[in-house]
């Protein structure tokens, strides 16, 4: 597999120079990581338009970040602060004119930046790692192909497992266990198992809540492989379905699939949203479906590009993207589908293939 790093720095040189600056320090992880391959937990990148990047971390990481990085970065062990090598690196760099990551450098580490010598004049800057990280190439693809792989033998593995009885916090430990059995990394968010009427908030945190018979059940997870991200969404039934109960998944299964065979290359997310809110819209139950379509993955679970109502932005080709409608009714239960897509220029790819029907288990 080609390694992609050389073309990643390549890419934002060329970003750089478009803006008129001479480097970018890079302090978001995962923007780290995909520039770099470095996935430790503390570390300073420099990314000069005409010298090598330089990437600082402390003692820690030292056999780890050699190991990963190799020549796609001068490396530097810091062994007091990481803040402490910056202005070294930063003199030994031609230009004067340095961008940071505006979202991701809180106010402190700014005024640190401030206590540098003033030959260094510094410009707050967004999106410009995340604008390449949001185009996938076959590595990456393939990664998250496997990261979905794992999550759905996961979630195979464990419905078999479910009964009434069990406590939501245990259904998610015994996912998250096959989660790791098949070859996951650490969960890349706190996985969601949310029961009858908790099934109704979106993000519910697993609780001791019992499952009942007659329940929603919502599980909300995902697997991690190399770093990249899978990011699904099923809604069971407990031992049996009412009417209700299966209308409303209805609903929402099919607003996921005609989303997902709708979203196209250079569509605004706005456009992409609103295809599932008005079919949901048109059953009668839009004031009920409160958020947004979906989101970018990738080395995070939640990054670009958006499918939302205020969504603006063209959707890129190569992008891989949740499409997660959902209907949550206060005191009565919810129900969410949730699939992974990748944007193809022939058309969308649904990489997730877990069945979308009002599974009963239990």
């Known amino acids: 597999m080609e390694d992609r790093r050389p073309h990643r720095l390549a890419a934002l040189r060329a970003a750089l120079r478009e803006r008129g600056v001479d480097a970018l320090l890079v302090t978001a992880l995962p923007n780290i990581r995909y520039l770099t391959g470095f996935s430790g937990s503390a570390a300073l990148l420099v990314v000069s338009v005409d010298a090598p990047s330089v990437l600082i971390t402390d003692f820690r990481y030292a056999v780890q970040v050699t190991e990963e990085v190799g020549a796609h970065a001068d490396v530097r062990i810091e062994p007091s602060s990481l803040w402490s090598g910056l202005a070294d690196a930063l003199g030994r760099l031609p230009g004067s004119r340095i961008a940071f990551e505006a979202p991701h ?8 930046l401030a206590t540098l010598p003033e030959r260094w004049r510094w410009s707050g800057s967004a999106g410009l790692v995340e604008a390449l990280r949001e185009r996938k190439d076959s590595g990456e693809l393939a990664l998250i192909r496997e990261a979905v792989r794992i999550a759905e033998q996961a979630l195979e593995r464990t419905i078999r497992e479910v009964h009434v009885g069990q406590t939501e916090r245990q259904v998610a430990g015994i996912l998250e266990h096959h989660l790791r059995d098949l070859g996951s990394d650490a969960p890349p968010f706190e996985t969601i198992v949310a029961a009858g009427e908790r099934a109704a908030l979106p993000h519910a945190r ?4 019992e499952l009942r018979a007659g329940d929603y059940l919502l599980i909300d997870f995902g697997a991690s492989f190399r770093g990249y991200c899978s990011d699904i969404t099923r809604t069971f039934a407990l031992q049996s379905v009412n009417p209700e109960m299966q209308h409303i998944h209805d609903i929402v299964r099919e607003a996921t699939l005609s989303a997902s065979a709708a979203v196209r290359v250079g569509m605004r997310g706005r456009d992409a949203d609103a295809i599932a809110r008005r079919y949901i819209e048109g059953r009668g139950y839009g004031e009920l479906f409160g958020h947004s379509l979906g989101h970018g993955i990738g080395l995070e679970v939640h990054e670009g590009p958006r499918l939302a109502r205020t969504a603006e932005a063209p959707l890129p080709p190569a992008a891989v993207v949740t499409i997660e409608p959902g209907i ?26 877990f069945p979308r029907d009002l599974l009963v288990i239990g």
Not at 206 to 209: F, P, Q
């Open 206 to 209: 697993a609780s001791t809540r």
């Open 105 to 112: 450098l809180v106010f402190t580490d700014y005024e640190r």
């Open 328 to 353: 949550y009714r206060p005191g009565w239960g919810g129900v969410r589908i949730e699939d992974d897509v990748f944007l193809s220029e022939d058309g969308p790819v649904v990489l997730t293939s």
